[in-house]
């Protein structure tokens, strides 16, 4: 389970909805090259992104980073500190991104 996931499970949400990666990119209010970019695992989106993401397609960022095969997320499910070691997943993985573009 891991990273290498989140492309596989974006791309199969947008099948199933009928959309091209420009319709979802526009909806998402990203460029094509971004969706594409993100369906082979070569970029991750910015948290702002992946809030989107989730929201727009009803899933949990759990089941988008391949941390859970449940699609629906409920941070109430989860113990202050686990909700924290979430958040600050969310953060290195940002930092990661970040470093990785400069490259």
């Known amino acids: 389970m891991g990273m290498e996931y989140f492309g596989d499970k974006l791309k ?4 199933q909805k009928g959309l091209t990666q420009q319709q979802l990119a526009e909806k998402m209010e990203l ?3 971004s969706i594409s970019a993100y369906e082979q695992n070569t970029k991750y989106p910015s948290l702002d992104v992946l809030i989107k993401l989730c929201t727009f397609f009803q899933v949990s960022a759990d089941y988008l980073l391949g941390l859970s095969d449940d699609m629906q997320f409920k941070m109430s499910a989860l113990t202050d500190e686990q909700a924290q070691l979430m958040l600050r997943l969310i953060a290195e993985l940002e930092q990661y991104n970040n470093l990785k573009d400069k490259t």
């Open 12 to 15: 199969a949400l947008r099948k």
């Open 31 to 33: 460029v094509k090259g």
